[in-house]
C-alpha cells in the first residue's frame, strides 16, 4: 500500500468513527497521544480507561505509570499494537505515516484530535475529546469551566510592550526561535505579551543580525531536566543575545513547557503563570 493510499484510508476510518460511532460499548482500552489529549482525560474523569500514553504526557504526575508508546510524532505501531487498545486519541499530526498505516490495516479506531493556539482551540479540543468518549455533557461543562479561565486570566492589557523571544533550542550557534502559526506565539499573545519576531511561520534558526532587530525584552525557554536542556549561561552568552535588552538585563524566565505550550485545561494557568513572569521580570 502506498503513503497517499495509507492516507486515504485512515482518514476514511476516521470520518466512520465521527460519523456512526466508536463501538456499541464504549472503549475501555484507550491509548491516549498526545500530553494535551492526556490532561483532558484526567479532567473529564475517565483515567481509568487509559491503558497506555506517549512520551509528552506528562501530567498529572501519575500518568507516568502507564506504558510510554513513544513520541507523539514518532509512534511505535508495535508499542501500540502491544496495549491492544480499542480506541486510540491522537493529536493533529501524529505519526510517522508508517504506524498510521498499520494502524489503519488493524482497524483499530484512532481520532485525529485537532490543534490550535487560542482558545476557540482549546475549547474545540475538550470537546472533540469527550465527543469521542462518549461523554459529551461533562465535555460542554469542563470546556465552559476551563474557558472562564483562559477568559479570567486574559484580562489585563498592560504586557503590550513586552516583546518576547521564546527559544525552543540553539543548533550550531544559532538560536531556534518561534514564529508565527506556534503555540509559543499564541501563549505570548494570550498573556498580553508580543512576539519578538515576525515575518516566518513555524520554528526557524535566526540569524545574528535578526535577533538584535528583534530586541527581546524577555527570553522565553522551557524548563527541562534533561542533560540537553540549554543553561541560562549558554542563553545569555550568545553574541546577539547578549546585544538586546533581554541579553543586557539577564532577563529569562522558564516554564514547564507542557504547561506553557499543550492548549489544554490548564491553559489558564499557563496564561496567568506567564504574565506574573512578565511582569516579574520587568520589574
Known sequence: ???????????????????????????????????????????????????????????????????????????SAEGLLSVSPDLILAEEGAGPPETLEVLAESHIPLVSIPMGHDRAAVVAKIKAVAKALDVPDEGEALAQRVGGAIDAATAHSELADQRVLFVLAMQGGRVLAAGQDTAAQGIIELAGATNAVEGFQGYKPLGDEAIITAAPDVILLMESGRQISLTDEEVL???????????????????????????SVRTGQAISDLAAGLRGANG
Open 1 to 75: 500500500m502506498t503513503r497517499v493510499r495509507a492516507k486515504l484510508k485512515l482518514a476514511g476510518l476516521v470520518l466512520l468513527v465521527s460519523a456512526f460511532g466508536l463501538h456499541a460499548d464504549p472503549a475501555q482500552r484507550i491509548v491516549s497521544a498526545g500530553g494535551s489529549i492526556t490532561e483532558i482525560i484526567y479532567a473529564l474523569g475517565q483515567e481509568h480507561r487509559l491503558v497506555a500514553r506517549d512520551s509528552t504526557s506528562n501530567h498529572p504526575p501519575q500518568v507516568a505509570a502507564l506504558p510510554n508508546i513513544g513520541y507523539v510524532r514518532r509512534l
Open 237 to 263: 552568552k550568545h553574541p546577539a543575545i547578549a546585544a538586546t535588552p533581554a541579553g543586557q538585563n539577564a532577563k529569562l524566565l522558564r516554564m514547564d513547557g507542557m504547561l506553557l505550550l499543550g492548549f
